[in-house]
């Protein structure tokens, strides 16, 4: 089992050299925390470990993870890729100053709208999904001047073991073409090839989210490297990049065990390697594309606690956010850990049910918590939320999205503002409608 140590003074729960309970006093709760300095730890361990003599490497971060202009800034600074999803996506990144060569553009239903976006931006590369996009991409790049590449998302049929929701490798997954379907990827790369402002560039593939066993990439490898020689030497079509995506497990609880950043870089780069001597195929880059393992674990939620109530199995402390600000727990039945950020020294011998203030039973942010016994205006701090949170965050109940603060050395800026009520009605309006 492993456990995590957690930075703490005077009893008190430090995030990046700063108190947590002079972050509540300072921004209120609940609040989004990142500690930026160990988000730049594992930007710096990506770029470091996933690099190779044989091939050229890129590291991209997957947007949908948590997207804001800081960290796209900072992912900037630290020269990495980045994998957009939709317009908004892309808007931020050129708002943020991305270099548009470094934008991959994915998604299995791009509009028309966002494929003339990503054409007029200069987007990079665009990660094709299916046959029905290849040609109205097609369609749309003739019609205008930029180059741009194009990669295919191809499904290797690598069944990951994560939670069904996030698997996106299985035979009928509505991500990516199959690999046996080779018919129809050769004739998308000729479609691709017959068009001038396109430029053919590889495959792409993402098995699902959450992986921790690194031989499912292997076997991606494998099938792919064994794909692409196939398709350089029975159909000569020149492959110079594989995309082996992201996925890559993070630590929520002591049951989690996640390789290291530096484990995972090297087997994989191990494998393509091995692969690419042994098979003797030309690729010139491998790209993958982590979101997760990136900012997960930076990121902390603090909520308060306000009422407290028994029931005859639970004890339930109910905190000032919820499913809203994490719908990780009701979506996919994800563990949390937390603690009671002023009481760190103190004994855990107090078992909680932790739920949110939304008008559904299945808010609970943490089934079985446990934590000194707690007090009404308690901090709790909530570990790992940093994926997938404020990404995912919505506005059930007109519940408002929360604040997000970076903190380093002890300083902290805020990000991201909370929302105002209104805020959330700025949208609402009485316009006429001309039909
Ligand atoms: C295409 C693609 N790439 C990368 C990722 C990043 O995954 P993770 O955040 O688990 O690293 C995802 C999400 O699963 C994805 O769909
Ligand atoms: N949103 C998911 C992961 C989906 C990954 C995107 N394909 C999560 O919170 O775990």
């Keep these: 089992m492993l456990h995590r140590e957690r930075n703490v003074e005077n009893g008190i729960l430090q995030i990046g050299g700063a108190a947590a309970d002079q972050l509540a006093k ?42 804001c202009k800081a960290l796209y800034q900072l992912l900037n600074r630290y020269d990495f890729g980045l994998d957009v999803v939709s317009g908004g996506e892309l808007f931020l990144a050129k708002e943020s100053g991305v270099p548009m060569d470094k934008i991959y553009f994915h998604g299995n239903n791009k509009t028309d709208a966002e494929i003339e976006m990503a054409l007029s931006y200069g987007c990079g590369t665009i990660v094709v999904d299916h046959k ?35 698997i996106t490798g299985d035979l009928d997954s509505k991500f990516g073409v199959m690999m046996q379907n080779e018919e129809m990827i050769l004739s998308m790369i000729s479609s691709i090839n017959q068009c001038s402002q396109l430029n053919f560039q590889g495959f792409h593939s993402h098995i699902g989210s959450q992986i921790f066993d690194l031989r499912a ?7 792919l490297v064994k ?23 993070s630590y929520y609880t002591q049951e989690d065990q996640p ?5 995972t870089c090297e087997t994989l780069i191990k494998k393509c390697e091995k692969e690419i001597r042994e098979k003797e195929v030309k690729l010139k880059q491998i790209l993958i594309e982590p979101g997760r393992s990136i900012v997960a674990e930076p990121g902390y939620t603090l909520y308060t606690i306000g009422f407290m109530k028994d029931t005859p199995n639970k004890s339930f402390l109910f905190v000032d956010g919820g ?34 203030k939304c008008c559904e039973s299945g808010d609970i942010l943490i089934e079985r918590a446990m934590l000194p016994k707690a007090e009404s205006g308690d901090l709790l701090a909530v ?19 929360l604040p997000v603060v970076f903190v380093k050395n002890g300083k902290a800026r805020m990000v991201i503002k909370g929302e105002s009520y209104s805020d959330q009605i700025r949208l609402e309006t009485d316009e006429e409608v001309l039909i």
């Excluded at 390789?259 to 484990?263: F, P, T």
């Design 383 to 401: 570990y790992a939320t940093g994926a997938y949170g404020y990404s995912m965050s919505n506005n059930y109940n007109r519940m408002r999205k």
């Design 26 to 67: 300072a921004c209120g709760t609940p609040l989004y925390v990142y500690d930026e300095g160990m988000i730049e730890a594992r930007l710096k361990a990506y770029k470091q470990h996933f690099r190779s003599d044989l091939f050229d490497t890129e590291v991209l971060y997957a947007s949908k993870a948590f997207a």
């Design 227 to 249: 794909f692409i020689k196939k398709c350089e030497t029975e159909h000569k079509i020149e492959i110079n990049c594989l995309n082996l995506g992201g996925g890559f497990g």
């Design 259 to 263: 390789k290291a950043i530096e484990e």
């Design 323 to 356: 499913m809203t600000d994490n719908m990780r727990v009701a979506l996919y039945d994800a563990k949390y850990d937390c603690d009671l950020a002023c009481r760190m020294d103190e004994e855990k011998e107090n078992k909680y049910t932790i739920a949110g």
């Design 217 to 223: 990439y292997e076997t991606v490898i494998e099938r």
């Design 132 to 166: 029905m996009e290849c040609e109205r991409l097609i369609e749309a790049a003739e019609k205008q001047e930029h180059q741009i590449n194009v990669m295919i998302r191809i499904n290797p049929g690598v069944t990951a073991h994560t939670h069904k929701y996030i």
